[in-house]
């Protein structure tokens, strides 16, 4: 029997953004069950929405800038093609407010988020003041989805036996984007932190994206204990990981998201740059440690809280 109701959801990224919108989407998924559903995301998401299992199909939004007007007329072709019924863009950005104009008469259009004029709108005028988990599940509710469950990220697995680590070993992310180093924790300070986990029998295993190889291997290289997984882990390796490991320290940065959604006892480095009332990584064990800026929480304070998420012998 074919699908009746054809829905869409936006969520274009970026990583930790994805992650505290997986237990949305189950909730869009188990309120839909009969219907088709489809997510509008960027490329570097689209295989792990694909496996899920939240979504009927995975579409790749390409980003175009103002300028790409063939490929604003495609997307504008294919939305407008696809006669959603409804929509949920839990992105809420200018680019979306625009997908809004594109889908033809959208107030024909169910949908649910900030647009002007939208069936579905977010009316709560504080809403920029509430963490992403709690403004989304309103969002929901207000469009007739009364239960948002937490993420769970059972699913998302891979084999990595292949980096024959140890029975105790602890992650670190000691990265992040290369254009907010003021969100960055000092690489001296991580290095303190791994050498004092090697010498607890602790190994450190470091992760993060080629382009963070430089800060990862000041890390790893001062401790011959230390395992270094620059550029070798996918999301799913990620999950799995954290799945295994003692604990996690890193900065405010998206693994941190999927760590801490996979379980991991996590402890999560702020600064006053970025709020973690609004952005913090949720899980079932999750701390947060922030200073004004990075270089101002001290390696005793954040070796204590690590300390406190071990295990005992």
């Known amino acids: 029997m074919a699908k009746s109701k054809r829905v869409l959801v936006i969520k274009l990224g970026a990583l930790g953004d994805v992650i505290l919108a997986m237990g949305p989407f189950k909730a869009i998924r188990d309120h839909h069950r009969d219907a088709h559903v489809t997510l509008l995301t960027t490329a570097p998401f689209a295989d792990m929405a694909r496996r899920s299992g939240y979504f009927d199909d995975v579409w790749v939004d390409r980003r175009a800038g103002p300028w790409h007007l063939g490929t604003w007329l495609a997307l504008a072709k294919r939305l407008r093609g696809a006669r959603f019924q409804r929509v949920y863009d839990l992105q809420h950005a200018d680019r979306t407010l625009a997908y809004f104009w594109l889908m033809m008469r959208p107030r024909q259009v169910e949908w649910s988020g900030i647009a002007p004029g939208c069936s579905h709108p977010h009316a709560n005028p504080y809403r920029d003041a509430m963490h992403t988990i709690e403004r989304q599940a309103e969002q929901l509710a207000m469009a007739g989805i009364v239960a948002t469950p937490p993420a769970d990220l059972d699913w998302l697995a891979a084999d990595v036996d292949g980096f ?4 105790r070993y602890a992650l670190l992310v000691p990265g992040g984007a290369r254009h907010r180093l003021d969100k960055r924790w000092p690489t001296a300070a991580y290095r303190e932190v791994a050498a004092w986990l090697a010498a607890r029998a602790v190994t450190p295993v470091c992760i993060g994206a080629r382009a963070e190889r430089e800060v990862l291997s000041e890390v790893a290289g001062a401790t011959p204990e230390a395992i270094n997984l620059c550029g070798e882990t996918g999301f799913d390796q990620i999950a799995s990981l954290a799945r295994g490991a003692a604990v996690a320290l890193g900065n405010d940065t998206g693994p941190m998201h999927l760590i801490a959604a996979s379980g991991c006892p996590a402890l ?23 200073k004004p800026h990075m270089a101002d929480l001290d390696v005793a304070t954040v070796i204590a809280a690590v300390a406190g998420h071990l295990p005992s012998e």
């Not at 913090?280 to 922030?290: E, M």
């Open 268 to 290: 999560v480095l702020y600064s006053a740059v970025s709020d973690p009332a609004l952005t913090a990584p949720r899980g079932r064990c999750v701390t947060v440690l922030r």
């Open 164 to 167: 024959a680590l140890p029975a």
